[in-house]
């Protein structure tokens, strides 16, 4: 039983970290109509800037914020490479995000070697009720959900918020009510890399991280953002704790190579369902 | 293929992969040109045609009919995966090419049939009628000939009566299909064709390399075909060859440069992903028709602004202000 918790609580510590990735997918998506395939990226970055700053002898908290500082402002660039030539579909936007993906790998190597980096967050453990839980998820699922929470404020409350909204649900009227659709998009995109900033300062700890991380996050970030319907952010916490808590069961009972396939096929099987269906009622894709 | 004559030794090597790239990257450009579709896990079909033919001739299979199998083996795979991913478009099919790839490498990586992690060794040579290929300018005229015969395929397609409906696909699949074209079958049917080139040009590099594993398969590898694509014009044969060469001889000659002494050990890497990315990104932003088309236009007239449909229609489900139909060709009988 014993076990049972333990990979409980592993798994919603991973799962916060790809709902936090997922949101960022999600906020991309939803105002710019582009996947974002170098979110993943934008975590190593942060995990990697931190393990730098901290190095340096920057204290915890600074480092970390600072960290999350670059990966908005990566997160920034890449948008600025995928939407602001104008006259660029979707469909060329996402392969420049893929080619920003790859240039980042080359800049991570340069600055910081092929090596996998980690750098140590709280260490130790809480014994609550019997179950070890290391302070660090503790941390990671508490930030997740402070995060979580600002995001649903901002996004239903907030003047700012509501455009970036606007631009998701109707980029054509949002620009004759005089927002900036690429503006809101820079935006869009330098928030998800704040997001993807805050997943990498808190996973890496956990997990050392070297340049191809992205691939995994990126993955299973997708996959949660699929799950929660690639809609309102929020439900990407949802998404991503289900596939978090399923993938570390699959780790823990059955075998561990197995967990990232599983991600993949439940991921794929909700797609193609959604299509079918999709296609069944002769409905236009939005 | 007088290149595959006259090229000495060490340039030979490099032609051999140049040409099964080349042959893999054709079969991309079709897909991403013409079916419209961007397939993020070519490397798969490559690696499964690999498999297929280092297995069987593992097995005891004569290595000629196992390098056959292996663009069948492919190509049926293609079929099968295809028919529910297919249904997806766009970034949902980016991403579910992906995930093949990657779920493939899992599989691969796990059962003991194929080796795991360790892959395949000692795969015996490729031979018939009693004649052993085991040079490398041997590979060398055999990949090139692979290569001839993809090119000599795809434009066969293009010119032909699904190759018009084809075309009419990648401009706009609501008016494809009212005019009667089976949607559906024909992105089916490029997917596994294009699959069946990889898994060709697999077959060859098994017996070329003569052992295998995962880690020659990784997602780069599908990253490659689409730059190489995209650089030489999507949907342009001649420029998938093309954009092939000039991305793989630039890489290679790089890579050259990056491991004499003085430069870190990671300099190879740091440059070719270096230009992987720049040029991707500058051929799909700044230029869809491609690279090498912009180039020989600017050769040809120049000063002349050259005129190019880019191939990439605008026309995505994605994209509501473009719901009109927009058809190019004349009739689909």
Redesign the interface.
Known sequence: MNAFFSYLVHGISVGCGFALVASGIIIVYRVTRVVNLAQGMFSVVAGFAAATLLGVGLPHGFAELAAIATAALVGFLTGVVAIAKPGTNPQASLIATLGVGVFAYAIEVLTWGDQPRSFSGLTGAYDLWGIDVPKQYLLITLVTLVVFGALEAFFERTYAGKALSACASNPYAARLQGIGVVRMGLYGFALGGALGGVAGVLLTPVQPISYDSDVSLFVNGFASAILAGLKRPVLGLLGGLVLGIAESMVAGYAKASYQSSLALLLTLAILIAQAARREALHAVEE | MAAATLLDESALSVYVLLALTASVTVGVTLLMGHAGQ?S?GHGAFYAAGAYAAGLLAKHGFPSWIALLVAPVAAAGIAAVVGI??L??????L???T??MH??FL??I??LSITGGDVGLQAIPPLGFAGVTLSSVRSYAFLSAGALVLVVALARNLLVSRPGRALRALSSSEVAAASSGVAVGHYKLAVFALSAGFAGLAGGIYAFYMGYLSPGSFP??LS?EY?VMA?VGGLGKVSGAVAGSALVFLLVHGLSRISTLSGMPG?AP???S??V???L??SA??FL?GGLVAFVLARWERPGARSERAAP?S?A??????N?GVTSKHGSFS
């Open positions: 961007v993020l529910p991913l249904v997806l478009r766009g970034h949902h980016a991403f579910a992906l995930a990657l779920i899992s599989l990586s796990e997602v780069m990253i689409i995209a990671t890497i740091i440059l992903y270096a992987y990315a720049v991707l990104v799909v932003l869809p990439v605008e995505k489900p994605g994209d509501p202000a719901e």
